[in-house]
C-alpha cells in the first residue's frame, strides 16, 4: 500500500514538476527551448550515479554479511542505473546537437566515459547470468560491480580533471550550491525535477528489488526440484541394479 | 531540425521510457508472483514424500 502511495506521489510529482519545465520556465537566452533537455538529462545523470552506488554498496554488504536480499539490492540498482545512464546519454545527445553542434563526440572525457560506465554495468548484468549459484553469482557480481563503481568519480569529475566540450558544474560542485551558475527559476525547475525522478526512482527500486526476490525463490524451487529428481533417479537406478543382481 | 524537436525527442524517449519500464517491471512482477503462487499451491497439492527405503 505504502509503495503504492509513493508511486503515484512520484507520478504526479514527474507531471507538475516536468510541466513547469517545459510550459512555465521561459527559455534560456543563449540556449533557446534546448536548454530544457537539461531537465530530464541532469537527473538521468544524478540517479544513474545513485543506482550504481547503491549496487557497491550492496555488493559490500552482501561480500560482509552473505545475506542474498543485499545482492537483490545490487541488481536492482545495476538494472535501473543502466537505464537512467542511457537516459542521460540520450539527453545530452539531443541537446548537444542544436547547442554544440554535434550528437557525440569520442575526444570528450565526459561523454566517453559516461559510455564506458554504461558498458560496464551491461556487462554486469550479462555477467549474472554466467552461473546458476545464488550466492556464487552474488559474490562475483559484488566484486565486478565495486570495479565498475570505480568510473563513476571518474565521470563525474572529468570535466575538472580534463578538457573537452562537456561544460563544468553547474550547481554541482560545494562552490556553486549557493551560488549556481543559472537563474533562481532554472535551478528550482532543475531541482523539482530531480526531486520527482528521485520519488521515481525510489518506488522502481522497491518494485524491482520484490520482482528479485520472488525470481529468486522461484529459481531456488527449481534447483531444489532438479537435485530432488537427480536423488530419486539415482535411488530408482540403485535399487534396479539391486534387484537385477539379487535375480541373477 | 528546430531545437523544439530535439527538446520533443529528448523527453518523449525518456519519459516514454521510463514509462514503459515501470509498466514491463509491473507486468514482470505479476508474472513472478502468479509462478510463485502456482509452485507454492503445487506443493500444497504433492503427497508427503515416502520414507526411505531401509
Redesign the interface.
Known amino acids: 500500500m505504502k509503495t503504492r502511495i509513493l508511486g503515484a506521489a512520484a507520478l504526479a510529482a514527474?507531471v507538475v514538476a516536468?510541466a513547469n519545465a517545459?510550459f512555465v520556465v521561459p527559455a534560456d537566452v543563449n540556449q533557446?527551448?534546448?536548454q530544457?533537455?537539461m531537465y530530464?538529462?541532469v537527473p538521468?545523470a544524478w540517479l544513474a550515479y545513485l543506482s550504481f552506488g547503491v549496487t557497491a554498496l550492496a555488493g559490500v554488504g552482501y561480500l560482509w554479511r552473505r545475506d542474498l536480499r543485499l545482492d537483490a539490492v545490487a541488481v536492482s540498482g545495476a538494472e535501473i542505473g543502466v537505464?537512467f545512464t542511457?537516459?542521460a546519454i540520450?539527453?545530452g545527445m539531443?541537446?548537444g546537437?542544436?547547442v554544440w553542434g554535434v550528437f557525440w563526440q569520442w575526444e570528450d572525457p565526459r561523454l566517453t566515459t559516461t559510455a564506458l560506465l554504461l558498458a560496464l554495468y551491461v556487462g554486469y548484468l550479462l555477467f549474472r547470468r554466467l552461473t546458476d549459484d545464488p550466492h556464487r553469482r552474488a559474490a562475483r557480481a559484488a566484486v565486478v560491480g565495486l570495479v565498475a563503481a570505480v568510473d563513476i568519480p571518474i565521470v563525474h569529475f572529468s570535466v575538472e580533471w580534463w578538457r573537452g566540450l562537456h561544460q563544468g558544474p553547474t550547481i554541482g560542485s560545494p562552490d556553486r550550491v549557493l551560488n549556481p551558475a543559472a537563474p533562481g527559476q532554472f535551478v528550482i525547475a532543475l531541482v523539482s525535477m530531480v526531486a520527482a525522478f528521485t520519488l521515481?526512482w525510489a518506488?522502481?527500486m522497491i518494485?524491482?528489488y520484490?520482482?528479485a526476490r520472488?525470481?529468486w525463490?522461484?529459481e531456488e524451487?527449481g534447483r531444489l526440484g532438479r537435485i530432488s529428481a537427480a536423488r530419486h533417479a539415482a535411488?530408482t537406478a540403485a535399487?534396479r541394479a539391486a534387484s537385477g543382481e539379487g535375480a541373477t | 531540425m528546430t531545437?523544439?524537436w530535439?527538446?520533443v525527442?529528448?523527453?518523449g524517449?525518456?519519459?516514454g521510457?521510463?514509462a514503459l519500464?515501470?509498466g514491463l517491471?509491473?507486468r514482470?512482477?505479476g508474472a513472478?508472483?502468479e509462478?510463485?503462487l502456482r509452485?507454492r499451491r503445487d506443493?500444497e497439492a504433492l503427497p508427503p514424500p515416502a520414507p526411505p527405503?531401509t
Do not use: N
Request: charged share 15%; net charge positive.
Open positions: 514527474v516536468g517545459l533557446g527551448d534546448a530544457r533537455i530530464v538529462h538521468a537505464m542511457a537516459f540520450w539527453g539531443m541537446w546537437r542544436p521515481a518506488w522502481l518494485r524491482r520484490q520482482l520472488i525470481e525463490q522461484i524451487h535411488r535399487a | 531545437d523544439v530535439f527538446v525527442a529528448g523527453w524517449v525518456i519519459m521510457g521510463l519500464y515501470a517491471l509491473l514482470r512482477l513472478a508472483r509462478a510463485s509452485i506443493a527405503a
